[in-house]
């Protein structure tokens, strides 16, 4: 018997087809079931670890250390303390963001979306270098259109609705850090509202909150100082030409008419003439350095700040974007942030 007789022997008692070479794998070869197993056990614990770092990552490790900010941060309000010292409560992305794109026959996009989603709010001390208190707010989806600023004894957090998150307006005490009232108690002291909202935005020039609701009613305002919801930009408007109770207002204005240097001025005024000529108070601040009599007061601006801003030069600016979103700030952290919302102690 010749070698190709006795390796044929072999093979039929190993149960290997007629054809194929020794050492091939093929089904039923219980080399093949043992790599195909091995493989599968190899993916497994490489999943389970991505799960458990994830895990790690925005679970665990911010429980152990609590007194750390996290996340992208969004915005935050400088809130001053009865002992003349000041807190910074800071807002910060938390979720976990990455790039997602689906392929199918005829479609191609691509988008942002999250895991964990969530935002964190903290109270940080900057003396002390601490965070004092962090609370979280729960995301469904991506956080879009989203804003954070200090009112009266509250801070506010309003947020856009966008996907599987509905619009949320959020206040939280300063002192305690507890929740005053959420977007149900908001919707429930305005008849207007109570179709619900589908939409929520701040305007941090006019201290407004613009909404639209779920039953058509769109552009509705708040008015923050006045706590009263109006049907329409209009009606609030024509309310306020009638107020000349004195106001003060901070204004970046034009140096020697230079629209691109801005000194920071405290202006005092009736408050429909701070409306009226706010643009013309901006380009000519220097001017009313003293007192000047107007026909419904007296308007005074005062330097507070020989710190100069400047705009620099954006060859690819929008179109329709408002001047004054060009000075606002984009915190790189949250010491640049104290220091851009900060107001020099000597403003009196």
């Not at 429980?63 to 996290?70: M, Q, S, V």
């Not at 969004?74 to 807190?87: E, F, H, M």
């Not at 007296?298 to 004054?324: K, L, N």
Request: some cysteine.
């Amino acid at each position: 018997m010749d070698m190709r007789e006795k390796q044929s022997e072999l093979d039929k008692k190993l149960g290997v087809p007629p054809g194929i070479e020794p050492g091939s794998l093929f089904p039923g070869n219980p080399a093949s079931t043992k790599s195909k197993s091995g493989c599968l056990v190899k993916l497994t614990l490489i999943v389970l670890l991505a799960i458990l770092v994830l895990v790690g990552i925005f679970y665990l490790y911010p429980l152990a250390t609590p007194d750390k900010i996290r996340g992208d941060i969004i915005d935050c309000a400088l809130v001053p303390q009865k002992d003349g010292s000041n807190r910074l409560w800071i807002l910060t992305d938390g979720s976990f963001n990455y790039i997602s794109t689906t392929k199918s026959p005829g479609h191609y996009s691509t988008g942002r979306k999250c895991k964990f989603c969530k935002a964190w709010l903290y109270e940080y001390d900057p003396l002390g270098g601490k965070v004092i208190r962090r609370i979280k707010i729960p995301y469904k989806d991506i956080i879009i259109r989203t804003s954070m600023f200090y009112n009266g004894d509250k801070i506010w957090h309003v947020a856009d609705g966008y996907h599987l998150d509905e619009p949320k307006i959020q206040n939280f005490d300063v002192l305690t850090g507890t929740m005053v009232e959420d977007t149900a108690g908001f919707v429930s002291r305005h008849p207007m509202l109570a179709a619900g909202i589908v939409k929520a935005s701040y305007d941090e020039k006019k201290d407004l909150i613009t909404l639209d609701t779920k039953d058509g009613r769109t552009g509705l305002i708040y008015s923050l100082h006045e706590q009263k919801l109006y049907p329409s930009y209009s009606l609030y408007h024509d309310e306020q030409r009638k107020d000349v109770s004195e106001r003060e207002k901070f204004l970046l204005c034009a140096e020697g008419g230079q629209d691109t240097r801005k000194l920071l001025y405290r202006v005092k005024a009736a408050y429909r003439e701070l409306m009226w000529n706010e643009s013309m108070l901006q380009n000519n601040c220097d001017q009313f350095a003293k007192k000047i009599p107007h026909r419904n007061g007296t308007v005074e601006a005062r330097q507070i700040s020989d710190t100069v801003f400047f705009r620099p030069f954006e060859p690819d600016r929008q179109e329709g974007r408002p001047d004054h979103d060009l000075y606002r700030p984009r915190w790189k952290n949250k010491m640049d942030c104290a220091a851009k919302r900060n107001v020099p102690e000597n403003a009196n």
